[in-house]
């Protein structure tokens, strides 16, 4: 009768199989080179004892823990929860779990939080889009296998996945002037965000090429209750529009709008970026540039995947909004 599987120790399969706990530590982790016929007279023993080695003592003794980190700045975001989703069920897949880190959008705090969770993980999936470049390629070497997302730095010997924000951001302006409206508000994220940079460019790119709108500038930050608190600035302002960073800022924004007497899209269109779930659900449901988080963490996956193992991990990708229209824009009142 064979052994019960919880008792039965490397010791007893060496014994039975008459090697030692070496040879049947390196036979089980696929790492012995010695005489294939010693080889099959472990696994025989094992098979017949009922014995697996534990994951915890497997990744001792390879030096793998099986789990890469990730690391965002505010997991409550349901767009980084979309990331996560696609990386963490990929991985999954290959045997790999993912551990995450939430910086709580505070930058300072990102090198050391990626330096601790990259020392209990294999590698790291770093979405930073807050982190100086500076110390982002002082950081980079040490977190290696690293890969980026949300963020382009052609410094670091990573692959990074982005988004085309400053497209995307584009497509939402021309889209506004269109239905004729001439007075822009973009109610602006973190000022050391790089998606935030590249949003601002891209409304630069339209300033330049449409010269008859005004684009005003109005600080926010990347969640509900700043685009909640930028309500009043926005009415000041005069714009028959607002872009705001994301949806989340959009949302809390058109609340703040309503508390103020202030109707969407009547009074004023707004927009948002990133098109969560909940985007389409709100009242009225929001225009924004859809962006497929969870392919993104697919993508990240495969690109860590190959790392790992060993091979070359394929071109960076950005990937490219969609304008989805919806009920917050329409034309401005005459």
């Given at each position: 009768m064979a052994a019960n599987r919880a008792s039965v120790t490397i010791a007893d399969v060496a014994r039975r199989a008459g090697?030692?706990?070496?040879?049947?530590?390196?036979?089980?982790?696929?790492?012995?080179?010695?005489?294939?016929?010693?080889?099959?007279?472990?696994?025989?023993?094992?098979?017949?004892?009922?014995?697996?080695?534990?994951?915890?003592?497997?990744?001792?003794?390879?030096?793998?823990?099986?789990?890469?980190?990730?690391?965002?700045?505010?997991?409550?975001?349901?767009?980084?929860?979309?990331?996560?989703?696609?990386?963490?069920?990929?991985a999954a897949r290959d045997g790999y779990r993912v551990?995450?880190?939430?910086?709580?959008?505070?930058?300072?705090?990102?090198?050391?939080?990626?330096?601790?969770?990259?020392?209990?993980?294999?590698?790291?999936?770093?979405?930073?889009?807050?982190?100086?470049?500076?110390?982002?390629?002082?950081?980079?070497?040490?977190?290696?296998?690293?890969?980026?997302?949300?963020?382009?730095?052609?410094?670091?010997?990573?692959?990074?996945?982005?988004?085309?924000?400053?497209?995307?951001i584009y497509a939402i302006a021309r889209h506004l002037y269109e239905l004729g409206h001439r007075h822009l508000a973009y109610v602006y994220g973190p000022e050391r965000s790089a998606s935030n940079a590249y949003r601002e460019a891209g409304l630069s790119d339209f300033s330049d090429e449409h010269p008859d709108v005004r684009v005003d500038r109005v600080p926010a930050g990347a969640g509900s209750d700043d685009?909640?608190?930028?309500?009043?600035?926005?009415?000041?302002?005069?714009?028959?529009?607002a872009l705001a960073f994301n949806d989340l800022v959009a949302i809390g924004l058109i609340g703040g709008l309503r508390e103020l007497g202030v109707s969407v899209p009547d009074d004023i269109s707004v927009t948002g970026f990133d098109d969560i779930p909940l985007a389409q659900y709100v009242a009225p449901a929001l225009t924004t540039a859809s962006v497929p988080h969870a392919d993104l963490g697919v993508v990240a996956w495969r690109r860590m995947h190959a790392l790992l193992r060993g091979e070359e991990p394929g071109h960076d990708v950005v990937f490219q909004p969609r304008l989805e229209l919806r009920d917050s824009s329409a034309a401005p009142r005459a």
């Open positions: 090697v030692s706990p070496a040879t049947v530590s390196r036979v089980m982790n696929g790492r012995f080179a010695g005489d294939p016929e010693v080889a099959e007279r472990v696994r025989d023993a094992a098979t017949a004892l009922s014995y697996a080695p534990s994951p915890l003592a497997r990744s001792l003794a390879l030096g793998q823990t099986q789990a890469i980190a990730f690391v965002v700045p505010d997991l409550a975001n349901p767009a980084f929860q979309s990331v996560l989703a696609g990386l963490s069920k990929t551990l995450v880190a939430d910086s709580g959008e505070s930058p300072s705090d990102e090198p050391l939080l990626a330096a601790e969770i990259r020392r209990r993980t294999d590698a790291i999936v770093l979405c930073a889009p807050r982190m100086p470049e500076e110390q982002l390629l002082d950081l980079a070497d040490r977190l290696q296998p690293l890969v980026l997302i949300n963020r382009v730095a052609t410094q670091v010997a990573s692959p990074s996945l982005s988004i085309d924000y400053r497209t995307g685009g909640r608190a930028a309500a009043g600035d926005v009415r000041q302002s005069g714009a028959t529009a």
